[in-house]
């Protein structure tokens, strides 16, 4: 199926420890992102990258790393998680090209983060 | 700045009844605007959305929207909703980065349809 993929579904993990979400779109899109929805439902943009370079850096805090090792994946590294952290975090995509602003994003499923 | 407002948090309704969901927005500049929808336990999928033309925008699921300049509106109507339509609703506008197309959500609206 031709869509956007994302690694684990679901993370508990405890305070201070370091995590990683995988994220995968075979839509042969350009650019891809990273959006924190928090505990009231309200959807963040944090990163986006265009063809592997960096485009977009939302003040996110240096524990959280982006990782596109290709345009077809946007990997997310936490370090040192903190309570705060706990999200849903969803990984998108759109095609690239003059017209960016007009297109649709195509979201992943979202993996749950949980810190305890 | 380009933002947008959701004001309704939520909506309940009655199965069959017809709905509207509200969305403003302010910006400065030509605007881009969608609507997007979260099932439960699911990622966002695009409703609809509105470039340019035609201010009547027609979705998917007997959904549409009405751009409305001089109010800077963008709601969201549905003339009979199913019980399958109870989900959260977000409204964005798209902010052009250079290089890159960025999403600025509203709080979302939860369209809760009842029996």
């Known amino acids: 199926d031709t869509a956007v993929s994302q690694t684990p579904k679901y993370l508990v993990t405890q305070m201070g420890n370091d995590k990683s979400i995988k994220c995968e779109q075979n839509l042969g899109h350009d650019t891809m992102y990273w959006y924190k929805q928090d505990s009231k439902k309200f959807l963040k943009i944090m990163f986006s990258y265009n063809n592997k370079e960096l485009i977009i850096n939302e003040t996110v805090p240096n524990r959280f790393s982006p990782k596109s090792p290709d345009k077809a994946h946007l990997n997310l590294h936490i370090n040192s998680l903190e309570l705060g952290d706990s999200a849903v975090y969803f990984c998108a995509s759109s095609p690239p090209g003059s017209t960016a602003p007009l297109n649709e994003q195509f979201f992943g499923p979202g993996t749950r983060l949980t810190v305890l | 700045a380009q933002s947008v407002t959701q004001l309704d948090s939520q909506v309940p309704v009655f199965e069959e009844a017809p709905v509207e969901l509200r969305c403003n927005y302010s910006?400065?500049?030509?605007?881009?605007l969608f609507w997007y929808v979260q099932y439960p336990n699911q990622g966002l999928q695009l409703l609809l959305k509105y470039l340019s033309g035609s201010t009547l925008v027609k979705g998917i699921n007997g959904f549409e929207a009405e751009f409305n300049k001089s109010q800077t509106s963008f709601h969201l109507r549905k003339p009979s909703v199913h019980i399958s339509d109870t989900a959260e609703y977000f409204c964005a506008v798209s902010k052009w980065g250079g290089a890159t197309n960025k999403l600025i959500f509203g709080t979302g609206t939860l369209l809760a349809v009842q029996p």
């Open positions: 910006s400065s500049v030509s605007v881009y």
